[in-house]
């Protein structure tokens, strides 16, 4: 069982819908992460919030737009994707609010765009 | 720039002795980490090296050297659960903070 809890699991959506993905994180950490991994890649940082602020935006299109309602919850919202943008979706949280420390990740939305 | 290199595969027998090494070249460097990821499931934490030294932990240890920009990770007593990918990922600073950046992984096949 995973401490980061993301929702939903597995996401089919075509190139004009909009969605959202959902990250819930209960043990007072102060980062949290979205990540894209593509198969057999590493995990590709997208973006950091630290202490519910965006702290780091690695040039991700603007089709990705985050949100960091409360310290325990990261969304990330989804608009007009392309079938490139399919891939795994990790979530990850760190104690340290600055971005340090080992992270903990979820289990991952699986986001296919047809 | 950062960049971070590790072999792509390596197979190994059950019960044996295997390293990963990896190589780094970052500035701001503050530790790097070690991640385990079994096929469609997530990264987990392993191990974390700032100082330079060998840090053990059960079966596995690693090991960091910052002059030669150089880890390595030490998988004793090889289980058939070890096949999975590890990630060697670099710590940096940046200004207002730190941010992860992961190598490629290396794939590790344990043999019966």
């Known amino acids: 069982d995973t401490e980061v809890t993301q929702t939903p699991k597995h996401l089919v959506m075509g190139m004009t819908n909009k969605k959202s993905l959902k990250c819930e994180q209960h043990?007072?950490?102060?980062?949290m992460y979205w990540y894209k991994q593509k198969a057999k890649k590493p995990p590709e940082l997208m973006f950091v919030?630290?202490?519910?602020?965006?702290?780091i935006n690695e040039s991700v299109p603007s089709r990705f737009s985050p949100e960091c309602p409360n310290s325990s919850l990261l969304n990330l919202h989804l608009h007009a994707l392309q079938p490139e943008d399919s891939a795994l979706y990790l979530c990850a949280s760190s104690q340290e609010g600055t971005g340090g420390g080992s992270q903990h990740f979820g289990d991952g939305t699986r986001l296919s765009i047809l | 720039g950062q960049n971070i290199d590790q072999p792509t595969e390596m197979t190994a027998t059950e019960g044996a002795i295997v390293q990963i090494n990896c190589t780094y070249q970052?500035?701001?460097?503050?530790?790097l980490f070690w991640y385990q990821q079994h096929a469609g499931e997530a990264p987990t934490f392993l191990s974390y090296?700032?100082?330079?030294g060998l840090e053990e932990k059960g079966r596995f240890s690693s090991f960091l050297s910052r002059s030669k920009g150089y880890s390595y990770l030490l998988l004793k007593e090889l289980q058939m659960k070890d096949s999975a990918s590890y990630l060697c990922a670099v710590l940096s600073s940046y200004t207002g903070g730190f941010k992860t950046i992961f190598g490629a992984g290396t794939r590790l096949f344990v043999k019966a």
């Open positions: 919030y630290s202490y519910e602020k965006l702290s």
């Open positions: 090296n700032v100082l330079d």
């Open positions: 043990m007072g950490h102060r980062a």
């Open positions: 970052t500035s701001g460097f503050n530790g």
